[in-house]
């Protein structure tokens, strides 16, 4: 049985395979072309992602299309957004091919109808998209932009600005980031030796803290200020039933 040519019919074992070998290849493409095409998409992503998932879907509904041209074709058209956002990177020019420039639909507190019309969004559509910002009061808004990829950015009047720590001049203290020490009960030693704390420091606070028995931990946090948060696989409550 030979799944990569098209055929008139497929066991179930090579429809499972076909399907196998088009998962681990998308995977491998998608990991490729990067993180930026599963955030947000701009106009080009959306067109690169609905022609690869139209073409690998190809042969798995149809057993007569040969597979090694589907993937070929996932592949080159890849390939091509590689290309495409590497250009971007170097020549802003190449970046407008791929990419449409931010659009401001308010500027200086006023609402620009014109860009309203040119980019099809309504009047309902803007406030609605201000009160996912946070700012029901179009007053408060001095600039409003249609990004790339479809998300609106809203820039605040001073007036409006939430008050910040520096507006009241108060000094504050680098806090980084909460670090992840044991996960479903094993050490996570790659954050202890960047973070420089040892595996014997790790234990002997757990048993402080009267979980000694790391294999039933689900995870262990060291916040940013120092504190352990210990999270139990199994806890016994007042009912003495389990809870997780």
Same mark, same amino acid.
């Given at each position: 049985?030979?799944?990569?040519?098209?055929?008139?019919?497929?066991?179930?074992? #090579?429809?499972?395979?076909?399907?196998?070998?088009?998962?681990?290849?998308?995977?491998?493409?998608?990991?490729?072309?990067?993180?930026? !095409?599963?955030?947000?998409?701009?106009?080009?992503?959306?067109?690169? @992602?609905?022609?690869? #998932?139209?073409?690998?879907?190809?042969?798995?509904?149809?057993? !007569?299309?040969?597979?090694?041209?589907?993937?070929?074709?996932?592949?080159?058209?890849?390939?091509?957004?590689?290309?495409?956002?590497?250009?971007?990177?170097? !020549?802003?020019?190449?970046?407008?091919?791929?990419?449409?420039?931010?659009?401001?639909?308010?500027?200086?507190?006023?609402?620009?109808?014109?860009?309203?019309?040119?980019?099809?969004?309504?009047?309902?559509?803007?406030?609605?998209?201000?009160?996912?910002?946070?700012?029901?009061?179009?007053?408060?808004?001095?600039?409003?932009?249609?990004?790339?990829?479809?998300?609106?950015?809203?820039?605040?009047?001073?007036?409006?600005?939430?008050?910040?720590?520096?507006?009241?001049?108060?000094?504050?203290?680098? !806090?980084?980031?909460?670090?992840?020490?044991?996960?479903? #009960?094993?050490?996570?030693?790659?954050?202890?030796?960047?973070?420089?704390?040892?595996?014997?420091?790790?234990?002997?606070?757990?048993?402080?803290?009267?979980?000694?028995?790391?294999?039933?931990?689900?995870?262990?946090?060291?916040?940013?200020?120092?504190?352990?948060?210990?999270?139990?696989?199994?806890?016994?409550? @007042?009912?003495?039933?389990?809870?997780?």
């Amino acid at each position: 049985m030979n799944f990569w040519q098209g055929q008139p019919t497929l066991t179930v074992v #090579g429809w499972i395979l076909r399907a196998s070998v088009t998962v681990l290849w998308l995977m491998l493409v998608a990991k490729l072309m990067g993180q930026r !095409e599963t955030g947000r998409m701009n106009m080009f992503d959306f067109v690169v @992602a609905i022609t690869i #998932g139209s073409v690998a879907s190809s042969h798995l509904a149809d057993s !007569e299309v040969p597979m090694m041209g589907a993937l070929v074709s996932v592949a080159t058209i890849g390939a091509l957004d590689i290309i495409f956002a590497y250009l971007g990177l170097k !020549e802003p020019k190449a970046r407008r091919i791929s990419q449409d420039e931010s659009i401001t639909l308010i500027e200086n507190g006023q609402i620009r109808y014109d860009m309203l019309a040119k980019t099809m969004v309504n009047l309902d559509d803007l406030l609605a998209g201000l009160r996912l910002k946070n700012y029901p009061n179009i007053h408060d808004v001095e600039f409003a932009f249609l990004e790339s990829n479809g998300e609106l950015s809203v820039i605040p009047k001073s007036q409006a600005r939430p008050v910040t720590p520096a507006d009241l001049g108060i000094p504050t203290e680098y !806090e980084g980031r909460p670090v992840v020490l044991v996960e479903d #009960g094993n050490i996570v030693l790659d954050n202890l030796e960047r973070n420089k704390l040892t595996k014997d420091w790790l234990l002997e606070e757990l048993v402080k803290q009267g979980a000694g028995d790391v294999s039933q931990l689900a995870a262990v946090i060291l916040d940013t200020k120092g504190r352990l948060y210990i999270g139990h696989k199994h806890r016994k409550t @007042a009912n003495g039933q389990d809870a997780r």
